[in-house]
């Protein structure tokens, strides 16, 4: 065991502190990393304050992992020491189920082991990013390609696969409307990305105030959800939605947006139920469906993507006394548009 520096919530109620925690020894197929970036994601806050069902506390949140390899064990053959990698939203699965076996691990039947707050297979609980080094089994560890920064890598490996996924899952491309509600750290990394796979990128965010920088992240079009008549002149208009909003809102009122056949693929997970009426289903042969990060191989590949197409996202390194400040600025929608902590202030 190697004790290691972290950022830890010692309950649902309180601000993170500074802390210590251990790190197993590197394993046959493990990996070492040397984190140097941990992004904020809005997840991290609903797992903390327990909107998401009770934590064992104290909880070291972060699963937008951006580092270097330090150490490998004697197994790994495909990462070495000195590779820039990261890790997303989870750190094993039980590689045998259907869905593993296609590649869909964080659809693991028996559940993905998630990199924080989970039960491990050696029976501990994992604990996330906000910290300075984390073993991780080999498979899931991806590469960060050159050409991405390690700051605006970070965020890719769970904003930038949530909403790669879906995209990509749905066809977003040329010819296709697709409208990205709120635009926060997932919906910005939404309309990066279904901008660079072709498609005409509409934001739907609750007020104008962030206009000019959907317009420059790659939308054509940018509304106000908090005008009515923006429902009334959208209506029937798009192919796919993607919500990424943290809060329940009118589902029924944005299915109204879509055209014959389209889609309003939910990936926001807020503690509320989401209701929806069937007429706004029914009217227009229309699905309402969601989605959950992305498996290892199409994490993999969103990243080759991005680096491709020379997309990072939009971040504010702070310093690790920041974090509960971000929280609140999270909270408050005042993120433009990634909190990354920089794990060297830990
Ligand atoms: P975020 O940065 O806080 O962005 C959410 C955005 O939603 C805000 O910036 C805001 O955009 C809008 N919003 C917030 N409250 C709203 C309200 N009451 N009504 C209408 N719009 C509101 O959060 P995030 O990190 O992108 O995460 C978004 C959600 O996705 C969270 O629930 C998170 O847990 C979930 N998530 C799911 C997955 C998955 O695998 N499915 C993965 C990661 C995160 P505007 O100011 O533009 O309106
Ligand atoms: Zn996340
Ligand atoms: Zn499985």
């Not at 699965?93 to 039947?109: D, K, P």
């Not at 697709?178 to 509409?202: F, N, R, S, W």
């Not at 192919?239 to 693929?265: C, E, F, K, P």
């Amino acid at each position: 065991m190697t004790t290691v520096k972290a950022f830890a919530s010692p309950s649902a109620t309180d601000d993170l502190v500074a802390t210590t925690i251990e790190r197993r020894e590197v394993g046959a197929n493990d990996v070492l990393i040397d984190i140097k970036f941990a992004g904020i994601c809005h997840s991290d806050i609903h797992t903390v304050k327990g909107d998401w069902g009770p934590q064992q506390y104290p909880l070291v949140p972060g699963h937008e992992i951006a580092g270097i390899v330090t150490e490998v064990g004697s197994d790994v053959t495909n990462h070495a020491v000195g590779d820039r990698v990261g890790v997303g939203c989870m750190v094993n699965s039980c590689r045998e189920c259907v869905n593993c076996l296609a590649g869909e691990e964080q659809y693991c039947l028996k559940g993905n082991i998630g990199t924080y707050g989970a039960v491990d297979r050696d029976g501990t609980i994992t604990q996330g990013g906000y910290s300075t080094h984390v073993v991780v089994d080999k498979d899931f560890v991806v590469r960060i390609p050159e050409g991405i920064d390690l700051d605006v890598a970070a965020p890719l490996l769970c904003a930038g696969i949530t909403t790669f996924s879906p995209l990509n899952h749905w066809g977003a491309g040329e010819g296709k409307k697709v409208a990205v509600v709120g635009l926060g750290g997932l919906g910005h990394m939404a309309v990066k990305i279904a901008a660079a796979m072709g498609a005409e990128v509409t934001v739907l965010s609750q007020s104008l105030k962030k206009q000019e920088d959907g317009l420059r992240l790659g939308a054509q079009h940018y509304y106000a959800t908090s005008e009515p008549e923006t429902f009334e002149r959208l209506a029937g208009s798009f192919n796919l939605i993607i919500n990424t909003v943290s809060a329940s809102i009118d589902i029924s009122a944005y299915l109204q947006l879509l055209a014959l056949d389209g889609a309003l693929v939910n990936v926001g997970a807020p503690a509320e139920p989401l209701p929806v009426n069937a007429f706004a289903l029914i009217g227009g042969r229309r699905s309402f469906a969601g989605s959950m990060i992305g498996g290892i191989r199409e994490t993999q590949e969103m990243l080759d993507f991005c680096a491709a197409h020379k997309i990072g996202a939009e971040v504010e390194v702070i310093s690790a006394d920041k974090i509960n400040e971000a929280y609140e600025r999270v909270l408050a929608s005042d993120v433009r548009y990634r909190f990354v902590i920089d794990t060297a202030t830990l």
